[in-house]
Nanobody, 119 residues
Framework: VQLQASGGGLVQAGGSLRLSCVAS????????MGWYRQAPGKQRELVAV???????DYLDSVKGRFTISRDNAKNTVYLQMNSLKPEDTAVYYC??????????????WGQGTQVTVSS
């Protein structure tokens, strides 16, 4: 199983970006899908998560600005980020709990995509 993230980049404060993450491989089902971020010198933190049933939860500092969604048919999770702030600058990682046909359930990580917000 592989998670491929894309959509990061450089944007001015107040701008928007949309991150995407596609899961591929021998996938039977996917449970929670989420986005984490890690800024330099800081611990990785959970930004947003969406369950297989569509329930969502967000880091307090991004509520009202970020929206997580998923397309189960495409094994894809999205993060729409609006009203970006310089403090949102970080490497963003996607994460998914995947049950495979052969090896059971595991937690997988994408490779990370850089988001830089200039002031």
């Amino acid at each position: 199983v592989q998670l491929q993230a894309s959509g990061g980049g450089l944007v001015q404060a107040g701008g928007s970006l949309r991150l995407s993450c596609v899961a591929s491989g021998s996938i039977f089902s996917i449970n929670d899908m989420g986005w984490y971020r890690q800024a330099p010198g800081k611990q990785r933190e959970l930004v947003a998560v969406v369950t297989s049933g569509g329930r969502t939860d967000y880091l307090d500092s991004v509520k009202g600005r970020f929206t997580i969604s998923r397309d189960n048919a495409k094994n894809t999770v999205y993060l729409q980020m609006n009203s970006l702030k310089p403090e949102d600058t970080a490497v963003y990682y996607c994460n998914a709990g995947v049950r495979t046909y052969a090896t059971g359930s595991y937690n997988y990580w994408g490779q990370g995509t850089q988001v830089t917000v200039s002031s």
